[in-house]
């Protein structure tokens, strides 16, 4: 079996982060492997094991990545792979994808591995977008991989704590859940043998790949630390200038737009987080005097789509098909692009939940464009849209600016706007149109099978008043015991950021995030969280944040109500040993 791993090469956790416009300052800081590769990695590893073949470790950048291909290759991947490309920091996802699929394609590989996202850019689409461009069959957020023949049965993970298994023709494309394994270490043998092994080196030239840039960061900057970031609205105020709509080609700058707002079912119910772009988009509208459509997919959604049409849109499309009643990324890829080519929206807005990280990328790329994702806000200003996301793990936010003409693809963070704000219709109820969609058994590829939850719930966090959550800050499993006192003299409930999980320091019910579960205790109290925005999406809904951190520059500052910079093992029997004292007074 020929695996071909595509890993990227990130500064390193540690390194300070020097911002110099649009990218930061690389000059003396170290790099590293991207964490999330490395499960990748290692996964390949694994099933060559198993199955025999190659491991190829892909990579692109600068004369400095072929380290972190070293790295690879001492780990135990047969050979490697640079595009060498000094500015490939400037790229778009889809530019930086067609880059690797032109490589990719000059190899007989059965399968190809990516990490979930980078711990720099943070896009999280370049598996999706390689499955678009080299047109295979592809899934995300892997947690599990058997080969059967020509086929694998996957696990994929969901949120909120549930699972489906895929079944998935080879050759195929999956993205890597990070935690999936234990990751290996170099051995001196391994790192002895690496010397040996060949590292092809290719310019992005030589592909003579044809790419027009579909969005630009115009600017990286560290964001205001203030308690308004816990509802964001980066969105300034109207602007008063108006522009001229143009008759043809749409530029991002044009002011007034047809926005279409893409909505999801969650196992027969609404997932809340298609109100809150709802809400997005009836902002941006206001801004630039647009009008919103908004289409709900399945079988058999009548029902929901007449209870859309009472939020204020123009129009409902229900999009319904047979094929649609269970979710897959080819069937939703193939019928939404027959809407959006019906329609001819300028913006498409998604909610940014894994269903559509697993398919609105590639819905983007079959239409040749791109996709911003994971925005917690946009701007209205100087007549165009600027969509604000998070960067390096949240230690940056970005200005990020369509490029081309429409239509354009944004995604919007679970928690970025407020569902309760949401507008009712004026007269009652928006008209609904059925919307025909052509869809063969053929065209789906990747099969869905059974959706299920590997343990019930100990305790259902959703429902506590009161948590005490631990990040990788409590350093061991036998630091575990302090926060649990915490939890019980306060009479709340023990929880953790993945990690804890993943390390098995406490059970998976315990996890709150975007994989775990979805609290709002009215008071939360995280200990040693850093505040990644795959833990900040499941507990930013608390009535009051209490956050403990060492570091003053932790992202979990930036949601709380009440922060304080200390040692977690200096506060935690201090505060302990406070609240026994007034129960017993």
């Given at each position: ?156 993970e969901l949120e909120a704590g549930w699972f489906q298994h895929l079944e998935c023709p080879l050759p195929a494309v999956l993205s890597i859940q990070s935690g999936i394994n234990k990751v290996r270490y170099a051995t001196l043998k391994g790192i002895m043998a690496a010397k040996k092994k060949e590292i092809a080196t290719m310019t992005r030239e030589s592909f003579g790949i044809q790419h027009e840039p ?13 308690k308004k970031n816990r509802i964001p609205h980066w969105h300034s105020e109207r602007s008063g200038n108006q522009a001229r709509r143009k008759t043809q080609v749409r530029s991002a700058g044009a002011l007034t737009m047809k926005i279409l707002v893409i909505t999801e079912l969650r196992q027969g119910k609404w997932n809340s987080a298609s109100f809150e772009t709802l809400a997005a988009a009836q902002q ?302």
């Open positions: 079996m020929n695996i071909i791993v595509c890993i990227k090469q990130v500064p390193a956790k540690d390194a300070p982060l020097a911002i110099a416009g649009n990218w930061i300052k690389e000059s003396d800081i170290g790099f590293e492997m991207n964490e999330p590769d490395s499960y990748a990695l290692e996964e390949a590893l694994r099933l060559k094991e198993k199955h025999g073949g190659e491991v190829i470790a892909l990579s692109m950048g600068p004369e400095r990545v072929k380290q972190t291909i070293k790295e690879a290759l001492a780990k135990g991947a047969d050979r490697g792979i640079l595009i060498a490309d000094d500015n490939f920091a400037q790229l778009d996802p889809l530019g930086s994808a067609k880059a690797l699929a032109s490589a990719i394609k000059k190899e007989k590989a059965d399968l190809v591995l990516t990490g979930l996202q980078s711990d720099d850019h943070g896009f999280g689409q370049t598996g999706v977008l390689l499955a678009a461009l080299l047109d295979r069959p592809h899934a995300t957020i892997i947690m599990a991989i058997d080969v059967e023949g020509d086929k694998m049965k996957l696990k994929r579909t969005q630009k960061i115009e600017k990286i900057y560290v964001p205001t630390k203030t941006i509208a206001a801004d630039t005097s647009s009008t919103i459509s908004a289409a709900v997919i399945g079988k058999g959604v009548a029902a929901f789509a007449d209870e859309l049409g009472t939020k204020n849109v123009a129009e409902v499309l229900q999009v319904e098909h047979d094929l649609l009643e269970a979710y897959t990324p080819d069937g939703y890829c193939v019928a939404l692009s027959q809407v959006i080519h019906a329609g001819k929206p300028d913006l498409v807005l998604f909610p940014h939940t894994y269903q559509v990280r697993d398919f609105a990328p590639k819905l983007a790329a079959s239409l040749g464009k791109g996709m911003i994702g994971d925005c917690i806000g946009y701007r209205h200003a100087s007549g165009k849209l600027v969509f604000v996301r998070q960067m390096f793990q949240g230690k940056t936010a970005a200005d990020v600016i369509f490029q081309g003409a429409a239509p354009w693809f944004a995604s919007f963070q679970s928690g970025a706007f407020r569902a309760d704000l949401l507008v009712a219709h004026p007269s009652g109820k928006a008209p609904v149109n059925r919307i025909a969609v052509t869809l063969t058994p053929d065209q789906i590829r990747t099969k869905p099978l059974d959706l299920f939850k590997e343990a019930k719930s100990a305790v259902d966090l959703t429902q506590a008043p009161l948590i005490v959550a631990i990040g990788r800050g409590i350093k061991a499993p036998e630091n575990i015991p302090q926060a649990e006192a915490l939890a019980k003299a306060i009479g709340g409930e023990i929880a953790a950021s993945r990690p804890i999980c993943d390390e098995g320091w406490l059970p998976m019910e315990r996890q709150i995030g975007s994989s775990g579960q979805t609290v709002a205790p009215k008071l939360y109290l995280a200990l040693g969280i850093s505040g990644a925005i795959q833990h900040v999406v499941g507990m930013k809904g608390a009535r009051t944040i209490v956050a403990i951190n060492k570091d003053p520059n932790a992202p979990i500052f930036e949601i709380a109500d009440y922060g304080v910079v200390a040692d977690i093992f200096e506060i935690m029997p201090a505060l302990t040993e406070a609240l026994e004292k007034a129960k017993s007074a």
